[in-house]
């Protein structure tokens, strides 16, 4: 039996109203009646899914786990503990901010305790309304970070050509860091060798779980490293076409029509 699901959320087991659905609520409670151990993956902070774990009955509840930050962070849902953490500096922080500046894009710089966004939009101010608050601020530099953690940054645009050939650009500038994209809208830049696999990794050693007996479920490039990782790799139907070739397995059901309950029946539980 597979004990840990790993699971993103935007798109994956969130619908787009961020709600979880009745069907996937259910499936997570029947698996984890049955001793598993179900993870929200996230590449936001963990205090945003503070409404997800409601709604699954994580909330303060020991013996659950979320792995936020793609991967930056794991926290023990029961105090808010922090059992892992691995940060950008902040030179490779401010060197991205002032590059940034040339651009097209919002950018999200991430504390522990804060999302910092410089140049927003309507469109991205309407994306995060309900996934996570933010600051705005308007500097010249990151200067005003300077001493604090610095878990990661990204840039935004609904573009994801341009977001593609930013990055080929900032190769030079990035060759030290994991670079991923997400949620159709994200360039994202974490720690060398911090992503949501090595998350994984991470917290199955934490609960002494051996990796072959974990499920990841993801839909977008920031779930890939995951995917490839778990003893099971899931995309979600709505998973980005190019990536289907790399899962495992990819459901008939999109995160709208309890794709993750899908999963956890006809794979964790064999029904």
Same mark, same amino acid.
């Given at each position: 039996?597979? !004990?840990?699901?790993?699971? %993103?959320?935007?798109?994956?087991?969130?619908?787009?109203?961020?709600?979880?659905?009745?069907?996937?609520?259910?499936?997570?409670?029947?698996?984890?009646?049955?001793?598993?151990?179900?993870?929200?993956?996230?590449?936001?902070?963990?205090?945003?899914?503070?409404?997800? =774990?409601? &709604?699954?009955? +994580?909330? !303060?509840?020991?013996? @659950?786990?979320?792995? @936020?930050? #793609?991967?930056?962070?794991?926290?023990?849902?029961?105090?808010?503990?922090? /059992?892992?953490?691995?940060?950008?500096?902040?030179?490779?922080?401010?060197?991205?901010?002032?590059?940034?500046? +040339?651009?097209?894009?919002? +950018?999200?710089?991430?504390? /522990?305790?804060?999302?910092?966004?410089?140049?927003?939009?309507?469109? &991205?101010?309407?994306?995060? #309304?309900?996934?996570?608050?933010?600051?705005?601020? %308007?500097?010249?530099?990151? @200067?005003?970070?300077?001493? +604090?953690?610095?878990?990661?940054c990204l840039y935004e645009n609904t573009d994801t050509d341009y977001?593609? !050939?930013?990055?080929?650009?900032?190769?030079?500038?990035?060759? %030290?860091? %994991?670079?991923?994209y997400s949620s159709n809208r994200y360039l994202e830049f974490n720690?060398?060798?911090?992503?949501?696999?090595?998350? /994984?990794?991470?917290?199955?050693?934490?609960?002494?779980?051996?990796?072959?007996?974990?499920?990841?479920?993801?839909?977008?490039?920031?779930?890939?490293?995951?995917?490839?990782?778990?003893? /099971?790799?899931?995309?979600?139907?709505?998973?980005?076409?190019?990536?289907?070739?790399?899962?495992?397995?990819?459901?008939?059901?999109?995160?709208?029509?309890?794709?993750?309950?899908?999963?956890?029946?006809?794979?964790? =539980?064999?029904?």
């Amino acid at each position: 039996m597979y !004990r840990l699901i790993a699971c %993103d959320l935007d798109e994956t087991l969130l619908r787009k109203d961020k709600t979880v659905s009745l069907g996937n609520r259910k499936a997570i409670a029947d698996f984890e009646a049955a001793g598993g151990i179900f993870v929200c993956a996230t590449g936001r902070p963990f205090w945003t899914a503070e409404g997800t =774990l409601k &709604e699954i009955g +994580q909330y !303060r509840r020991k013996g @659950s786990y979320v792995i @936020s930050f #793609n991967g930056g962070a794991i926290t023990r849902n029961e105090d808010d503990k922090l /059992l892992f953490f691995a940060g950008i500096t902040y030179e490779q922080a401010d060197n991205l901010f002032v590059k940034g500046k +040339q651009y097209d894009v919002c +950018q999200h710089i991430y504390t /522990l305790d804060t999302v910092w966004a410089y140049n927003m939009n309507p469109g &991205e101010m309407d994306y995060l #309304n309900g996934r996570q608050a933010f600051t705005e601020f %308007d500097h010249e530099d990151l @200067s005003f970070l300077k001493g +604090q953690d610095i878990v990661k940054c990204l840039y935004e645009n609904t573009d994801t050509d341009y977001l593609h !050939r930013i990055a080929k650009e900032l190769d030079p500038m990035t060759a %030290d860091m %994991d670079v991923s994209y997400s949620s159709n809208r994200y360039l994202e830049f974490n720690k060398k060798g911090v992503n949501k696999g090595t998350g /994984l990794q991470h917290l199955a050693s934490i609960l002494g779980i051996d990796i072959k007996d974990t499920i990841a479920i993801g839909d977008n490039y920031n779930d890939l490293s995951m995917i490839k990782d778990a003893g /099971l790799g899931v995309g979600v139907a709505n998973t980005v076409e190019e990536m289907k070739p790399l899962c495992d397995v990819v459901t008939e059901h999109t995160c709208e029509e309890d794709g993750v309950a899908e999963v956890i029946y006809k794979y964790a =539980l064999n029904q």
